[in-house]
């Protein structure tokens, strides 16, 4: 109780400064320190369920195994594993699953690729990509609508990520904004194919593979 009352008041604190930096226009800073904040509430709510030592284990090897796709593709701008690995696994393990491995996979593969104020906004974007999976679970279990979601979810990612980018280093005008986003757009084009070819190549196995492992992991025995 008392770590997540600690978690939970350093979460405040961190909102109330970026509410500081917003009224002192410092925006890099306070988009920083709000991304900062919204993933220390994720944490402690991830924190607080019903997990099992076994669940946490799968989420941990689930987010390192979406990391080291990431980096092992990393030569292939933009074409990598990580969406379509979290999206699947909101699909069959739930809203907490999909969450904490969409941040935890953007946490690690940047020990590889490079640490920075992007880090935060990766890691809450795979999250939202990983809540999506779950809140539109039985919209995402065919083969072609899995392959279509995480298409969509591609551009959600990218989006954003220029969109911090846009607002924290760039003049806050709308043909700034538009640039911004122009410039990206070859970029999450490419992450959106790479995102089709992954989930019709082995989307629907893994789903399958996972919500069986779910439902090992949530067996109860009854002894009579």
């Known amino acids: 109780m008392r770590s997540r009352a600690a978690q939970i008041g350093f979460g405040v604190v961190l909102a109330a400064a970026a509410a500081v930096a917003f009224a002192t226009h410092a925006s890099a800073l306070a988009l920083l320190l709000a991304a900062a904040a919204l993933i220390v509430g994720g944490m402690t709510w991830i924190d607080g369920g019903p997990t099992s030592a076994k669940e946490v284990t799968l989420i941990a090897t689930l987010a390192a195994a979406a990391a080291a796709g990431r980096v092992l593709m990393a030569p292939i701008p ?17 809203l907490r699953a999909g969450i904490a491995v969409g941040a935890s996979a953007a946490f690690v593969s940047n020990f590889f690729l ?8 990766q890691m809450l974007a795979w999250g939202l990509c990983g809540a999506v999976g779950a809140l539109a679970a ?71 593979l996972l919500e069986r492992y779910g439902k090992r992991l949530h067996t109860v025995i009854v002894w009579s």
């Open 78 to 94: 933009d074409v990598q594993p990580v969406t379509v690995i979290v999206v699947v696994t909101g699909v069959a393990l739930g």
């Open 114 to 121: 490079g640490q920075g104020p992007w880090t935060p906004w």
């Open 138 to 208: 039985p919209l995402l279990r065919g083969r072609i609508r899995l392959a279509v979601g995480c298409f969509l979810l591609a551009y959600v990612y990218g989006f954003v990520l220029d969109l911090w980018n846009w607002y924290g280093f760039y003049p806050h005008t709308w043909s700034s904004f538009l640039a911004r986003q122009a410039a990206g757009f070859p970029f999450d084009t490419a992450h959106a194919l790479g995102n089709v070819a992954l989930a019709l190549a082995a989307g629907p196995e893994l789903r399958r």
